[in-house]
């Protein structure tokens, strides 16, 4: 399948997503073009990674649905990459940064089948590109942050996906790792790949980022960052609405259980 | 001939229970092994009471599919009723653990089967159960076949799914995200844990098929870094038990079981002590040497 660059990488619509009927992400519409860093901010408890997650089909929908270069979720997964947050496993698992980077070629490999000296090659390659391949037999446990974090993005580029979801690859990280992270962004939109990054810190979004989306827990805006990522979407994303979308919620909430309120 | 036998069974069940408690613990499920081991006690009676025999095959399908369903449970109720996960776990296992004890209790007269060999197990009888051919010859206990059969299963199971146990072990999230369903591989492995505890739990019983679940997989841990080893000496550090023990018990004249779960605690103790990577000895030999 050749790809056509003028589908969109992404597109979301009417996207809810609740936990306990309480709506985390609230009919959510946004498309994204292919080969752009896109910066997903809010503060915290926004949804952002909730968003990512949901789009990769780890979360269930409440409703709405997302479609990746115009197709449905699981005929592309393979050309899905996602890079975690650091936090979310256990580094002293007896395993070898290797181990780790060949994960990245299961998808390719499938059921019952062995990585190979390609697949070696492939994934040594990419630790190249994270500047990691003297760390390759290094146990993961030995590693700092911003070596860990390498290693995931090793991982996730050793799968040759087009479309790349990050989930706060700046955090912790130290300023060697956050250069070399968005030098390597930088080659894989000029490529054509689409990355989406869940970011915290607001002072580097328009240096980092073509495209930004700005949520909490409903979309404030997205677009490109020049015309998106102004005061007035800011102080909507982070300002005093945060009371405000509260109440939306409890008032959801208080309709979807009528009975309750008789009873009251 | 016979501690020859014994010691073969014991093997066979640590080995088994060895590579799968290695995924159990760096799953941190180790006590929903423990909670499948007990749980199953119901399914092993029903099985009893409608096939009316020690026909291992019903009594592996009917405490395979309670194993399963524990697990579901826990899940259940960890997920829908918002109960911690050490809650659920022990609100599930118990509750099904007492349904097996009333059911033997009620039906003690009509079966064969006594709490004591349920809990404890007696591995000393396993050279009494022998298989004999039409013909007459002896090919050796049942216990040794059975148990053979499992870990052959088990082997090839971890082989053939390796990268899948291996990546939803570590990452789930990740696994999801490239289309590796995490609920299939995890059902997979609590069946074969359910699986082996049943098949176990006639020579080492209910509560000793724990110990051997998670203390040799513990040693490995202590002992290295990489995962292959960790199955590898996992293996050897439960057929170390099932050898040392059996002596010890013969020494003692007690319980063979007790005696291999005591010593899988010991050499759990002595890898804690002594692993090159993480012992607590090299550790102050390092500090001292500074």
């Not at chain 1, 970011?199 to 495209?211: A, E, I, K, M, P």
């Not at chain 2, 019903?58 to 405490?63: D, F, R, S, V």
């Not at chain 2, 019983?205 to 870094?225: E, K, N, R």
């Amino acid at each position: 399948m050749a790809p056509d660059t003028n589908v969109p990488a992404l597109e979301v619509h009417d996207l809810t997503v609740a936990f306990d009927r309480k709506p985390v992400l609230w009919n959510i519409d946004l498309v994204i073009p292919q080969g752009k860093i896109v910066g997903i901010i809010g503060p915290n408890g926004a949804g952002k990674s909730t968003l990512i997650k949901a789009v990769m089909g780890i979360l269930p929908l409440s409703s709405g649905y997302t479609k990746l270069f115009d197709l449905p979720l699981n005929d592309v997964r393979g050309r899905i990459s996602y890079v975690p947050q650091r936090e979310s496993v256990d580094w002293d698992f007896p395993a070898s940064v290797m181990d780790v980077v060949l994960m990245g070629r299961y998808s390719k490999l499938g059921l019952f089948k062995r990585p190979r000296k390609a697949d070696r090659d492939a994934a040594l390659d990419c630790l190249r590109k994270v500047g990691m391949e003297a760390f390759a037999n290094r146990q993961i446990s030995q590693l700092s942050g911003g070596q860990q974090q390498r290693t995931f993005l090793a991982r996730a580029l050793a799968q040759q996906a087009d479309v790349y979801f990050m989930d706060e690859p700046f955090a912790g990280v130290d300023a060697a790792t956050e250069k070399t992270i968005i030098t390597l962004l930088r080659t894989m939109a000029q490529s054509g790949k689409t990355v989406i990054v869940v970011h915290h810190d607001l002072q580097s979004v328009t240096n980092y980022f073509d495209w930004v989306i700005m949520l909490n827990t409903r979309l404030i805006a997205s677009g490109p960052t020049q015309e998106t990522f102004t005061q007035d979407n800011l102080q909507e994303t982070y300002g005093g609405k945060l009371t405000l979308l509260a109440d939306v919620g409890d008032l959801i909430r208080r309709e979807s259980f009528p009975q309750r309120e008789k009873k009251l | 001939m016979n501690d020859f036998y014994i010691i073969l069974t014991a093997s066979l069940v640590a080995s088994s229970c060895a590579l799968l408690g290695c995924f159990l613990i760096l799953r941190r499920m180790a006590m929903v092994g423990d909670a499948i081991s007990h749980a199953v006690l119901p399914g092993i009676v029903l099985a009893f009471l409608f096939s009316g025999s020690r026909d291992s095959v019903t009594m592996l399908l009917g405490a395979g599919l309670i194993g399963v369903f524990t697990t579901f449970l826990i899940e259940f109720f960890h997920k829908k009723a918002k109960l911690q996960t050490d809650a659920a776990i022990g609100v599930t296992f118990t509750w099904l653990f007492a349904v097996g004890v009333v059911l033997i209790s009620i039906f003690a007269g009509k079966v064969d089967l006594d709490q004591d060999c349920v809990l404890y197990g007696e591995i000393a009888y396993v050279p009494l159960d022998l298989i004999i051919s039409p013909s007459g010859t002896n090919l050796g206990p049942k216990a040794i076949y059975v148990m053979g059969i499992v870990l052959v299963l088990i082997i090839v199971f971890i082989v053939a799914g390796y990268k899948e146990l291996f990546l939803t072990t570590f990452d789930p999230a990740y696994a999801s995200a490239i289309g590796i369903s995490t609920s299939l591989w995890h059902y997979l492995l609590m069946s074969a844990v359910s699986v082996t505890t049943v098949s176990s739990f006639e020579s080492v019983g209910a509560i000793l098929v724990v110990a051997l679940l998670i203390a040799p997989a513990a040693t490995a841990y202590l002992l290295t870094d990489n995962f292959k080893w960790m199955l590898v000496l996992a293996c050897a550090a439960g057929i170390l038990a099932s050898l040392s023990g059996y002596y010890l018990a013969v020494w003692l004249d007690g319980s063979i079981a007790g005696a291999i779960a005591a010593l899988s605690g010991i050499i759990f103790a002595l890898a804690m002590v002594f692993s090159p990577t993480h012992g607590l000895f090299f550790k102050k030999l390092r500090q001292v040497a500074h």
